[in-house]
């Protein structure tokens, strides 16, 4: 089977590809950039503990409201560049083991991570090539169904979870220190306090 290289596509069909790739990297400098500043921090507060954030005084059905907008907008984009690929699309386009397969891939990823969202991608991508190249008698899907049992039970935090020891500053946020440093205690002085005569 000859390789087909990237270059050799038709010019149409590269600059296509060469155009999703700058918005996927652009989508993913913005939303890391949202992620790793205040707005970003307010969303962790929010999903971590409702209570505690409203009780530091932060406004939890705006944050809500604001992070559902910004995952419609990211989603949106996508969808947008998908119409050229899929100009229509009907009830069967997403059948149930679809649907599996796009959960297998955000747990394969990792659940909460950036660059889980491109590995995830890859393992949508790399499932019909792989039954493909074998010649497997199985719909694709199920390999995301395989895949989403495996890490389920192995890794739950996914592949970025794997790789975190050695990319760390890579892969998760690091929270700057916001507070500022701890306040020093109050010196403790070894002189005893002045004794005060007590009436009888």
């Given at each position: 089977?000859?390789?087909?290289?990237?270059?050799?596509?038709?010019?149409?069909?590269?600059h296509w590809l060469l155009f999703v790739c700058v918005v996927a990297l652009g989508c993913y400098a913005a939303v890391r950039r949202i992620v790793k500043g205040p707005f970003g921090r307010q969303i962790r507060a929010v999903a971590d503990n409702p209570s505690s954030a409203t009780a530091f005084g932060l406004r939890v059905g705006w944050v809500r409201v604001w992070t559902v907008a910004l995952s419609g907008s990211v989603a949106a984009v996508g969808g947008a560049l998908l119409v050229f690929e899929t100009p229509a699309v009907s009830a069967d386009t997403y059948n149930a083991l679809f649907s599996l397969s796009l959960y297998a891939a955000a747990v394969f990823g990792g659940?909460?991570?950036?660059?889980?969202?491109?590995?995830?991608?890859?393992?949508?991508?790399?499932?019909?090539?792989?039954?493909?190249k074998f010649g497997l008698k199985i719909d694709p899907s199920l390999i995301g169904g395989v895949v989403l049992v495996i890490f389920t039970l192995v890794a739950r935090d996914g592949v970025v979870g794997l790789l975190r020891p050695w990319f760390r500053g890579w892969i998760e946020v690091q929270d700057d220190d916001v507070a500022g440093p701890s306040p020093t205690p109050a010196a403790?002085?070894?002189?005893?306090?002045?004794?005060?005569?007590?009436p009888a």
């Open positions: 089977m000859r390789t087909v290289r990237i270059w050799d596509l038709p010019t149409r069909l590269f659940i909460g991570t950036l660059l889980g969202s491109f590995l995830g991608a890859l393992l949508i991508i790399a499932a019909p090539w792989l039954v493909q403790v002085t070894d002189t005893p306090a002045p004794a005060t005569d007590t």
